[in-house]
């Protein structure tokens, strides 16, 4: 599996390629073109065999997901590539599921299995308490939106649209990914029937 990125032009002719969080990357779409700003962290990328070190960029949306970043490599056999690949769900949403031991959760994410689940547990329980402030297991969804500026309401409603999602039968990961594009896409949409409406639409490729 490829790692998401975006190519930023920040001026005088210079493009440069960034990785990003799976989550992330349906958060920055409906901001082609526009200014962003992430915060990056820089390091260098080889394979087993050895060989010549490549530089790469990842960034993130928040100052805390490359803290998280940080932490999460930190875990025997999850490298920078593997990490960005995992950070499918926001970053409150994984601290959440660490703290409260949910495999379930934390294996829905790409690139972990339950051996790796229960490493990642083992190894992060109790180092992610900063990361939880302001964060409702599952219900976090659209809380970091680019512009920080959310219409009230729109949180329960993407929270009860996520249940009934989850009671069709739909796969927790998955669920809340759709949820999250349909509430970036349409910040004032408050009603989880409508955004359970627009999820199935887009789901069935409307």
């Known amino acids: 599996m490829v790692a998401s990125s975006a ?6 002719g210079f493009t440069y390629e960034v990785l990003l969080p799976a989550y992330a990357a349906s958060r920055l779409s409906p901001k082609i ?11 260098l990328e080889g394979s087993s065999q050895g060989g010549n070190l490549i530089p790469r960029l990842a960034g993130f949306l928040e100052e805390a997901d490359r803290e998280f970043f940080g932490l999460f490599t930190s875990v025997k056999g999850i490298g920078p590539r593997k990490a ?7 970053t409150g ?50 809380a970091n939106q680019l ?6 309401g729109s949180g329960r409603a993407a929270r009860e649209a996520l249940e009934v999602l989850l009671q069709l039968g739909e796969n927790r990961l998955a669920a809340v990914q759709w949820v999250d594009q349909v509430v970036v896409k349409n910040p004032g949409m408050r ?12 789901k069935a490729g409307a």
């Open 7 to 12: 190519r930023l032009a920040p001026g005088d």
């Open 33 to 43: 073109g526009q200014p962003v700003t992430l915060h990056t962290v820089h390091y």
């Open 84 to 90: 960005l690949r995992a950070m499918a769900l926001s």
């Open 93 to 142: 949403q994984i601290a959440a599921a660490v703290a409260d031991r949910d495999l379930k959760t934390l294996q829905s994410l790409p690139e972990i299995g339950r051996r790796m689940a229960e490493t990642v547990v083992a190894t992060l329980h109790g180092k992610v308490d900063r990361f939880l402030a302001g964060a409702e297991h599952e219900s976090s969804i659209a």
């Open 147 to 152: 512009d920080g500026d959310r219409p009230p």
């Open 191 to 202: 009603d989880a029937t409508a955004i359970v409406q627009e999820v199935l639409r887009l």
